[in-house]
């Protein structure tokens, strides 16, 4: 959104309410740039799904994005593209059946290594690699641990 006072176009949600009609949603805007906060009524068949980044930055659901995403992982890996395909639709409906038209991009991205997971270990290692926070780190370590040790036997 615009900010009408700057023109800025990066802000901050900071509040969101269905209005009482049900079709149009109020959100409270903060300009990322001089601070000021704005109103924004939409109604809800133009709004589209967005994904809320760690900044709580949001960004429109990109299926594209997470499809490429994918691909890079299983570059030169024996995975199926309708398997991809799988995958980006299962987060795609997983986004378009949260009431409130968003989730994080953290929950976006367990739900894909998970998938990712079963069906090819090495992709699942790339696409987390590139994916976690440093403080997931650890935690992605003993699952790697894991799986090494589960390749040997
Ligand atoms: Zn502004």
Known sequence: MRCPFCGHIEDRVVDSREAKLGDT??????????????????????????????????????????????????EKRPVPMSKLEEIVNEAEAYVAESADRERPSSAVGELVMNRLKTLDKVAYVRFASVYLDFKDVREFMDELKDLLKARRK
């Open 25 to 74: 949603i109020r959100r409270r805007r903060e300009c990322a740039k001089c601070g000021r906060r704005f109103t924004t009524y939409e109604r809800i068949d133009e709004i589209p799904h967005m994904i809320v980044k760690k900044d709580g930055r949001r960004e429109k659901f990109d299926r594209q994005k997470i499809l490429t995403g994918l691909l890079k992982a299983c």
